[in-house]
Protein backbone atom coordinates (compact mmCIF):
# COMPACT_ATOMS: atom_id res chain seq x y z
CA UNK A 1 0.00 0.00 0.00
CA UNK A 2 1.82 2.79 -1.48
CA UNK A 3 -0.19 5.32 0.07
CA UNK A 4 -2.31 8.93 -2.75
CA UNK A 5 0.51 10.07 -4.44
CA UNK A 6 -0.04 13.21 -6.21
CA UNK A 7 2.07 15.33 -8.60
CA UNK A 8 3.91 18.02 -8.86
CA UNK A 9 3.75 18.69 -5.21
CA UNK A 10 3.91 22.59 -6.31
CA UNK A 11 2.53 24.53 -9.24
CA UNK A 12 3.84 28.13 -9.74
CA UNK A 13 2.17 29.75 -12.72
CA UNK A 14 1.50 32.95 -14.56
CA UNK A 15 -2.50 34.38 -14.99
CA UNK A 16 -3.75 32.76 -17.81
CA UNK A 17 -2.19 29.86 -18.12
CA UNK A 18 -3.32 26.16 -18.05
CA UNK A 19 -1.70 24.00 -15.54
CA UNK A 20 -3.00 19.80 -15.24
CA UNK A 21 -2.45 17.90 -11.71
CA UNK A 22 -2.00 13.85 -11.85
CA UNK A 23 -3.70 11.79 -8.84
CA UNK A 24 -2.75 7.95 -8.65
CA UNK A 25 -5.17 6.56 -6.06
CA UNK A 26 -4.49 4.11 -3.70
CA UNK A 27 -4.40 0.34 -5.89
CA UNK A 28 -7.91 -1.21 -5.96
CA UNK A 29 -9.71 2.08 -4.47
CA UNK A 30 -12.29 2.78 -7.04
CA UNK A 31 -13.53 6.00 -6.02
CA UNK A 32 -11.43 8.91 -6.27
CA UNK A 33 -12.07 12.80 -4.74
CA UNK A 34 -10.68 16.16 -5.59
CA UNK A 35 -10.82 18.76 -2.90
CA UNK A 36 -9.30 22.24 -2.92
CA UNK A 37 -8.27 23.98 0.44
CA UNK A 38 -7.41 27.70 0.54
CA UNK A 39 -5.10 28.91 3.11
CA UNK A 40 -6.34 28.58 6.88
CA UNK A 41 -9.50 26.77 5.75
CA UNK A 42 -10.74 23.50 5.67
CA UNK A 43 -10.97 21.47 2.01
CA UNK A 44 -13.53 22.08 -0.03
CA UNK A 45 -15.15 19.30 -2.29
CA UNK A 46 -14.88 19.89 -6.25
CA UNK A 47 -15.86 16.19 -7.74
CA UNK A 48 -16.06 12.53 -7.11
CA UNK A 49 -15.28 9.70 -9.38
CA UNK A 50 -16.71 5.78 -9.30
CA UNK A 51 -14.46 4.09 -11.56
CA UNK A 52 -13.90 6.36 -14.91
CA UNK A 53 -17.60 7.93 -14.55
CA UNK A 54 -18.08 11.05 -12.86
CA UNK A 55 -20.71 11.08 -10.39
CA UNK A 56 -20.88 14.50 -8.56
CA UNK A 57 -19.38 18.17 -9.38
CA UNK A 58 -19.33 21.08 -7.05
CA UNK A 59 -20.71 24.43 -7.68
CA UNK A 60 -16.88 25.46 -7.14
CA UNK A 61 -15.89 23.38 -10.54
CA UNK A 62 -16.10 26.24 -12.72
CA UNK A 63 -16.46 25.60 -16.78
CA UNK A 64 -12.29 26.53 -16.55
CA UNK A 65 -11.52 23.14 -14.36
CA UNK A 66 -12.08 20.00 -15.94
CA UNK A 67 -11.31 16.41 -14.54
CA UNK A 68 -10.56 12.69 -15.55
CA UNK A 69 -10.35 9.71 -15.40
CA UNK A 70 -9.84 7.81 -18.53
CA UNK A 71 -9.10 4.07 -17.09
CA UNK A 72 -10.53 4.41 -13.91
CA UNK A 73 -7.54 4.52 -12.29
CA UNK A 74 -5.51 7.85 -11.98
CA UNK A 75 -7.15 11.35 -12.43
CA UNK A 76 -6.02 14.47 -13.93
CA UNK A 77 -7.57 17.95 -12.81
CA UNK A 78 -6.63 20.50 -15.36
CA UNK A 79 -7.58 24.25 -15.16
CA UNK A 80 -7.64 26.52 -18.07
CA UNK A 81 -7.18 30.19 -17.92
CA UNK A 82 -6.05 30.15 -14.12
CA UNK A 83 -6.73 33.31 -12.14
CA UNK A 84 -4.89 34.58 -8.86
CA UNK A 85 -8.39 32.89 -6.84
CA UNK A 86 -7.17 29.47 -7.99
CA UNK A 87 -4.32 29.77 -6.03
CA UNK A 88 -5.27 26.75 -3.15
CA UNK A 89 -3.62 23.49 -2.23
CA UNK A 90 -5.31 20.73 -4.37
CA UNK A 91 -6.07 17.25 -2.56
CA UNK A 92 -6.88 14.32 -4.27
CA UNK A 93 -8.31 11.26 -2.04
CA UNK A 94 -9.54 7.43 -2.25
CA UNK A 95 -11.33 4.92 -1.49
CA UNK A 96 -12.65 1.51 -1.27
CA UNK A 97 -16.25 0.03 -1.64
CA UNK A 98 -16.40 -1.49 1.44
CA UNK A 99 -15.21 1.43 3.60
CA UNK A 100 -16.48 4.35 1.05
CA UNK A 101 -16.97 6.76 4.25
CA UNK A 102 -13.18 6.43 4.95
CA UNK A 103 -11.47 8.89 2.01
CA UNK A 104 -7.06 8.52 1.88
CA UNK A 105 -5.90 11.79 1.23
CA UNK A 106 -2.88 12.74 -0.75
CA UNK A 107 -0.10 15.08 0.15
CA UNK A 108 -1.61 17.67 -2.44
CA UNK A 109 -0.53 19.95 -5.10
CA UNK A 110 0.39 23.34 -4.29
CA UNK A 111 -1.14 25.84 -6.57
CA UNK A 112 0.55 29.54 -6.61
CA UNK A 113 -0.97 31.97 -9.45
CA UNK A 114 0.98 34.92 -10.02
CA UNK B 1 -19.48 26.61 1.45
CA UNK B 2 -18.46 24.60 4.93
CA UNK B 3 -20.89 22.80 6.64
CA UNK B 4 -19.19 23.11 10.01
CA UNK B 5 -17.56 25.39 12.45
CA UNK B 6 -14.82 24.13 14.65
CA UNK B 7 -14.11 25.92 18.32
CA UNK B 8 -11.54 26.87 18.95
CA UNK B 9 -10.33 27.81 15.89
CA UNK B 10 -6.51 28.01 17.45
CA UNK B 11 -5.47 25.95 20.86
CA UNK B 12 -2.32 26.52 22.91
CA UNK B 13 -1.44 23.29 25.25
CA UNK B 14 1.50 21.86 27.46
CA UNK B 15 2.65 18.75 26.57
CA UNK B 16 0.89 16.41 29.03
CA UNK B 17 -2.65 17.92 29.20
CA UNK B 18 -5.36 17.00 27.52
CA UNK B 19 -6.95 18.82 24.09
CA UNK B 20 -10.83 19.38 23.36
CA UNK B 21 -11.83 20.52 19.71
CA UNK B 22 -15.34 20.97 19.36
CA UNK B 23 -17.42 21.24 16.01
CA UNK B 24 -20.81 22.29 14.77
CA UNK B 25 -22.99 21.42 11.66
CA UNK B 26 -25.73 22.29 9.84
CA UNK B 27 -27.62 19.33 8.47
CA UNK B 28 -28.67 15.68 9.04
CA UNK B 29 -25.63 13.74 8.58
CA UNK B 30 -24.65 10.01 7.99
CA UNK B 31 -21.49 10.17 9.92
CA UNK B 32 -19.47 12.40 11.02
CA UNK B 33 -15.25 11.93 11.06
CA UNK B 34 -12.13 13.78 12.50
CA UNK B 35 -9.01 14.37 10.23
CA UNK B 36 -5.38 15.70 11.09
CA UNK B 37 -3.06 17.61 8.66
CA UNK B 38 -0.01 18.50 9.48
CA UNK B 39 1.59 21.84 8.34
CA UNK B 40 1.35 21.46 4.49
CA UNK B 41 0.50 18.55 3.96
CA UNK B 42 -2.95 15.41 3.32
CA UNK B 43 -5.08 14.73 5.93
CA UNK B 44 -5.08 11.74 7.88
CA UNK B 45 -7.72 10.32 8.92
CA UNK B 46 -8.71 9.74 12.77
CA UNK B 47 -11.57 8.23 13.17
CA UNK B 48 -15.76 8.00 12.56
CA UNK B 49 -18.61 8.08 14.78
CA UNK B 50 -22.21 7.21 12.98
CA UNK B 51 -25.09 9.55 13.60
CA UNK B 52 -26.78 6.62 15.72
CA UNK B 53 -23.75 6.44 18.46
CA UNK B 54 -22.97 8.84 20.85
CA UNK B 55 -19.29 8.16 21.84
CA UNK B 56 -16.40 6.21 20.39
CA UNK B 57 -12.99 5.58 21.74
CA UNK B 58 -9.76 5.09 19.80
CA UNK B 59 -6.40 5.35 21.67
CA UNK B 60 -5.82 8.99 23.32
CA UNK B 61 -9.12 10.17 21.09
CA UNK B 62 -12.36 10.62 22.18
CA UNK B 63 -15.46 11.62 20.22
CA UNK B 64 -18.57 12.33 21.38
CA UNK B 65 -21.84 13.31 18.96
CA UNK B 66 -24.83 14.84 19.73
CA UNK B 67 -27.19 15.11 17.15
CA UNK B 68 -29.83 17.11 18.77
CA UNK B 69 -27.46 19.96 18.68
CA UNK B 70 -25.60 19.17 15.70
CA UNK B 71 -22.26 19.17 17.67
CA UNK B 72 -19.17 17.01 17.94
CA UNK B 73 -16.07 17.25 20.34
CA UNK B 74 -12.60 15.46 19.98
CA UNK B 75 -10.57 14.89 22.95
CA UNK B 76 -7.18 14.31 23.08
CA UNK B 77 -5.63 13.02 25.95
CA UNK B 78 -2.16 13.39 27.42
CA UNK B 79 -1.00 15.36 24.34
CA UNK B 80 2.60 15.37 22.81
CA UNK B 81 4.73 17.71 20.51
CA UNK B 82 3.56 15.38 17.86
CA UNK B 83 -0.16 15.77 18.44
CA UNK B 84 0.86 19.70 17.05
CA UNK B 85 -1.47 19.99 13.71
CA UNK B 86 -4.46 21.60 12.31
CA UNK B 87 -7.61 19.31 13.35
CA UNK B 88 -10.73 19.34 11.11
CA UNK B 89 -14.54 17.63 11.03
CA UNK B 90 -16.32 16.51 7.91
CA UNK B 91 -19.22 15.32 7.57
CA UNK B 92 -21.35 13.37 5.00
CA UNK B 93 -24.74 14.73 4.72
CA UNK B 94 -27.84 12.74 4.57
CA UNK B 95 -28.29 11.99 0.27
CA UNK B 96 -24.95 13.50 -0.31
CA UNK B 97 -23.17 10.72 -1.37
CA UNK B 98 -19.45 10.75 -0.14
CA UNK B 99 -18.78 13.90 -0.67
CA UNK B 100 -17.10 15.25 3.22
CA UNK B 101 -17.96 18.57 4.01
CA UNK B 102 -15.13 19.63 6.72
CA UNK B 103 -15.33 22.47 9.06
CA UNK B 104 -12.63 25.36 9.34
CA UNK B 105 -10.13 23.28 11.46
CA UNK B 106 -8.51 23.78 14.97
CA UNK B 107 -5.25 24.97 14.81
CA UNK B 108 -3.41 23.01 17.98
CA UNK B 109 -0.09 23.60 19.04
CA UNK B 110 1.79 21.40 22.30
CA UNK B 111 4.55 22.69 23.60
CA UNK B 112 7.11 20.46 24.91
Known amino acids: DTGVSQNPRHKITKRGQNVTFRCDPI?????LYWYRQTLGQGPEFLTY????????KSRLLSDRFSAERPKGSFSTLEIQRTEQGDSAMYLC????????????FGPGTRLLVL | SQQGEEDPQALSIQEGENATMNCSYK?????LQWYRQNSGRGLVHLIL?????REKHSGRLRVTLDTSKKSSSLLITASRAADTASYFCATVPNNAGNMLTFGGGTRLMVKP
Open chain 1, 49 to 56: FQNEAQLE
Open chain 1, 27 to 31: SEHNR
Open chain 2, 49 to 53: IRSNE
Open chain 1, 93 to 104: ASSIPSRAETQY
Open chain 2, 27 to 31: TSINN
